[in-house]
């Protein structure tokens, strides 16, 4: 008699063609019976908070845990403990668009990866013109390829979350209302969310601002941004160089905003303000946070910023 976990694994969830362009959905004669015990391993925050709120109170639904990453995963390298866990998940899911360039490092079932974008690759932001620089431990790098947090846009995150429904829905079945009414819910607050941020967006009204860091491209095109990026890391000192570079931003791009992934320095801060640049955070989530949820962080980075406007009269009067 076949065991639950190799049914489970025979199910061809997406099979990921070495290339990237050859992706095949599950056949629809593969079901199990018992999901319960399968295991799934989102492998960023977003993923795991969407999977999450998919499967809540769902009868018999599958166990998910998150892979802990630390620090940039466009250059983590997964531990002993890691490795483990991912060849033993019954299934991975991945985010795509080049957020898991580690997968080269392991061997893993082809057969157990979810990639959530592989309906949205139409929509993805190829990286131009990368530039080399330098952050904690990993040294000076590039970021190449495609742009990876698709989560920022609420829009790619309703499209991945489908995609996830759509996955749950070959493993278990006998939960797809469930899974479709929890998509149902969760997609009326992407929405909602995705609605509050362009409000937020609007009272720049193609006013330039400050990215300190390239990946906030899909927040940029979903809200028409104004904004030009630099490489700077929010807990090291800028370098003379970093500050002339972006000297020579502002000379055509006159922004008094800067957008940061965490609270910068109070040095940096303070010498930004002294050039007239007021620096506030826009969490990207893309760990799990201290506090709340993906939900509540967005909400909370759009409060931020829109205090900010109040406080510096940026939106033009009515």
Not at 206 to 221: A, E, K, N, T
Request: glycine share 6%.
């Amino acid at each position: 008699m076949i065991n639950l976990r190799t049914q489970l694994i025979s199910i061809a969830l997406l099979v990921v063609a070495c290339d990237g362009e050859d992706r095949q959905a599950i056949s629809d004669g593969a079901a199990t019976t018992s999901p319960e015990s399968v295991l799934l391993v989102a492998s960023n925050y977003p993923l795991y908070f969407f999977a999450s709120r998919i499967i809540e109170d769902v009868d018999g639904a599958p166990e998910i845990v998150l892979l802990d990453i630390d620090g940039d995963p466009a250059f983590w390298t997964p531990g002993a403990k890691q490795i483990q866990l991912l060849q033993s998940a019954d299934v991975v899911i991945l985010n795509g668009a080049g957020a898991e360039p580690w997968l080269d490092l392991i061997t893993i079932n082809q057969r157990r990866l979810l990639d959530t974008s592989v309906n949205i690759t139409d929509r993805l932001i190829p990286l131009e013109g990368a530039v080399a620089h330098q952050h904690g431990p990993e040294g000076e790098h590039s970021h190449q390829g495609t742009a990876f947090t698709t989560w920022l846009d609420p829009q790619l995150a309703i499209a991945q979350s489908q995609a996830l429904t759509n996955g749950l829905i070959k493993i278990a079945p006998a939960g797809e209302s469930q899974f479709q009414d929890n998509m149902a819910k969760l997609e009326e607050e992407l929405t909602q969310l995705d609605t509050r941020l362009a409000e937020v967006f609007a009272k720049l009204d193609g006013r330039p601002i400050l990215f300190s860091h390239p990946v906030y491209q899909y927040l940029q095109r979903r809200y028409g941004i104004n904004g030009e990026s630099v490489h700077w890391e929010p807990h090291e000192q800028p370098t003379t160089a970093a500050w002339i570079a972006m000297q020579q931003i502002l000379g055509t791009h006159p922004a008094t905003i800067m957008i940061w992934e965490d609270e910068p320095l109070m040095s940096t801060a303070q010498r930004l303000s002294g050039a007239g640049i007021t620096s506030v955070p826009w969490h990207t989530v893309a760990n799990r946070p201290d506090r709340g949820d993906y939900l509540s962080v967005m909400r909370d980075n759009a409060e931020r910023l829109e205090s900010l406007f109040a406080l510096t009269q940026l939106s033009r009067p009515r």
